[in-house]
């Protein structure tokens, strides 16, 4: 069982930037691939970033490309999602999640475990 936590959330203006922490507990996160989905109100989740458990590919989605990067610290068990040049479209509930392969997805029912989220409001 993989317990996810995410932080780092907040208020922020337009084209600054964040960084999102989540922390794992209840067992290693090695091997596993991680991600991070949001979710805006009156939208659907979204997938936003992934890595890989095993080489620490990346992938990211369209939205976010070339702004946003995942990484990983295996030795703390935490995966981050460091966030520039933010916009008001960003604003949504940030979500971690972990699935228990190596190999990247983007679909959320490709995932097992799952974070509360953490909120990311971006004013203009």
């Known amino acids: 069982q993989v317990r996810l936590g995410e932080s780092g959330g907040g208020l922020v203006q337009a084209g600054n930037s964040l960084r999102l922490s989540c922390a794992a507990s209840?067992?290693?996160?090695?091997?596993?691939?991680m991600g991070w989905f949001r979710q805006a109100p009156g939208k659907a989740r979204e997938f936003v970033a992934g890595?890989?458990?095993?080489?620490?590919?990346?992938y990211y989605g369209d939205s976010v490309k070339g702004r946003f990067t995942i990484a990983r610290d295996n030795a703390k068990n935490t995966v981050y999602l460091q966030m520039n040049s933010l916009k008001p479209e960003d604003t949504a509930v940030y979500y971690c999640?972990?699935?228990?392969?190596?190999?990247?997805?983007?679909?959320?029912?490709?995932?097992?475990?799952w974070g509360q989220g953490t909120q990311v409001t971006v004013s203009s």
């Open positions: 999640a972990a699935r228990a392969l190596w190999t990247i997805r983007v679909g959320e029912n490709e995932y097992d475990y």
């Open positions: 209840g067992r290693t996160i090695v091997g596993y691939a």
């Open positions: 890595i890989s458990g095993s080489d620490g590919t990346t």
